[in-house]
Nanobody, 120 residues
Framework: QVQLVESGGGLVQAGGSLRLSCAAS????????MGWYRQAPGKQRELVAG???????NYADSVKGRFTISRDNAKRTVYLQMNTLKPEDTAVYYC??????????????WGQGTQVTVSS
């Protein structure tokens, strides 16, 4: 059984910072891409940032220059450092991982989500 467990969400004032973490556990053969998505009330879930196993990253235009995604492959953990937060960053943030449980079986997993609230 694979689990993605997120932590680090909370309430912060505009201009502040938060760091999200997501640890993968269970029977994992390898992890390819990991990423963070978010969903605000009444809106669709959107990609915030992604990172490959080799360290290549991509970001939504709305967070470029403010958010940084990183990962520790040994710890099977992905991080999202969020700086200069804005009220429009308020959302539930979800961790996502594309991983293999066997050499030939790949699947996409989601975490349970962590709330980030930015007050103005």
């Amino acid at each position: 059984q694979v689990q993605l467990v997120e932590s680090g969400g909370g309430l912060v004032q505009a201009g502040g910072s938060l760091r999200l973490s997501c640890a993968a556990s269970g029977s994992i053969f390898s992890i390819n891409t990991m990423g963070w998505y978010r969903q605000a009330p009444g809106k669709q879930r959107e990609l915030v940032a992604g990172i490959t196993s080799g360290g290549s990253t991509n970001y939504a235009d709305s967070v470029k220059g403010r958010f940084t995604i990183s990962r520790d492959n040994a710890k099977r953990t992905v991080y999202l450092q969020m700086n200069t937060l804005k009220p429009e960053d308020t959302a539930v943030y979800y961790c996502n991982a594309d991983l293999k449980t066997t050499p030939s079986w790949s699947y996409n997993y989601w975490g349970q989500g962590t709330q980030v609230t930015v007050s103005s």
